[in-house]
């Protein structure tokens, strides 16, 4: 049986939703897993052994016949994505699922879940394998310490230029939007704590997030102990790098939930506020911590700026690091 998961948006979504193919492959040993995804996420769909093929949503969607000639028997429709699950069902892959909070799925899906996330108390990677349901037959919530063994993920053994010669932490201060952030001072505060340990900091982001931190917060990249990483790595280079730190620091961002995954410790910064709180988007992995103040706040929802992260100390994010790595 082949089965392509559709998860078509970022990074940290679509980690995850890898354990979904861990369980599909314990339930289902000889079944082929197929991902359909952004291009750009295709090394990080490399990097897990329980995903066996992977189709650029691009390419499909310009060219349908190729999704006929991949021959799935099921599509799970993990992130609706209207356009493809309209071609799924043009060229009739036998059991389509989806949840039947978008209207498009009660169209072109024939197995409907009724999944509603936005005020659910689960987890999204716990989520995410309730629409397994119609393959599974049953719904089943997964204990989120079960999740971390089904990543399957490992980091490629790539070599990387400038690589620090001290051990170092991974410093991701941006999100590309998609997060309340750790103001960025506070991160050069966090790397002067870590210099006085004798450990360096590896700062990593696009190259428009580099530029932001020259910007906001020119002496982050100047400190002594800090290597400047933005702009130099491809997401494979990513990996391999998290894979060789002692440990990441980040707000809920998608190398955050690289580093949960390949079972760092992977320290996450944020905003108690639903539906954006630790609750629904926390790291999972055996060595991941989150700090968040214990409140429902929904003060800030209209404001670009969190004054619920930007209390969280940096001797606490050292603590929790600490704890994790020794």
């Not at 790595?233 to 390949?262: D, F, M, Y």
């Not at 404001?303 to 790595?325: F, Q, T």
Request: positive net charge.
């Amino acid at each position: 049986m082949k089965i392509a998961i559709s998860r078509t948006d970022n990074i940290g979504d679509v980690v995850l939703s890898l354990p979904m193919a861990g369980l599909l492959k314990q339930v289902m040993p000889n079944a082929t897993i197929a991902w359909i995804g952004k291009t750009y996420t295709r090394d990080l769909i490399a990097a897990c052994r329980h995903v066996d093929e992977f189709y650029d949503i691009g390419e499909l969607t310009a060219n349908p016949d190729l999704l006929k000639s991949a021959r799935p028997d099921a599509i799970v429709h993990v992130f609706p994505h209207r356009e493809l699950a309209k071609i799924a069902a043009q060229v009739r892959i036998p059991l389509r699922i989806g949840t039947s909070h978008r209207w498009f799925h009660w169209l072109y899906c024939n197995r409907l879940v009724h999944l509603g996330r936005k005020n659910s108390p689960l987890h999204e990677a716990q989520l995410n394998i309730r629409l397994l349901k119609p393959l599974l037959g049953k719904d089943l919530i997964v204990p989120l310490q079960e999740i971390t063994g089904l990543y399957g993920f490992s980091a490629p053994n790539l070599p990387i230029a400038h690589l620090p010669e001290k051990t170092f932490v991974i410093l991701h201060p941006k999100s590309k939007g998609s997060a309340r952030e750790w103001p960025v001072a506070n991160y050069l505060n966090l790397a002067q704590l870590l210099e006085k340990q004798g450990i360096d900091c590896a700062v990593t982001g696009t190259v428009a997030e580099g530029d932001i931190i020259r910007q906001s917060c020119p002496e982050l990249l100047q400190q002594a102990n800090v290597h400047d990483f933005t702009g130099k790595l491809n997401l494979a280079q990513l990996i391999a790098l998290i894979e060789k730190s002692l440990g990441l620091v980040a707000c809920s961002t998608g190398p955050l939930h690289i580093a949960a995954a390949l079972g760092k410790p992977a320290i996450g910064i944020y905003s108690p506020m639903h539906p954006i709180h630790p609750g629904r988007w926390a790291p999972v992995g055996t060595r991941a911590e989150v700090l968040a103040l214990n409140k429902n706040c929904q003060a800030c929802k209209r404001s670009g700026n969190c004054a619920c992260i930007a209390v969280i100390r940096p001797d606490s994010v050292w603590a929790a690091l600490n704890r994790s790595i020794y």
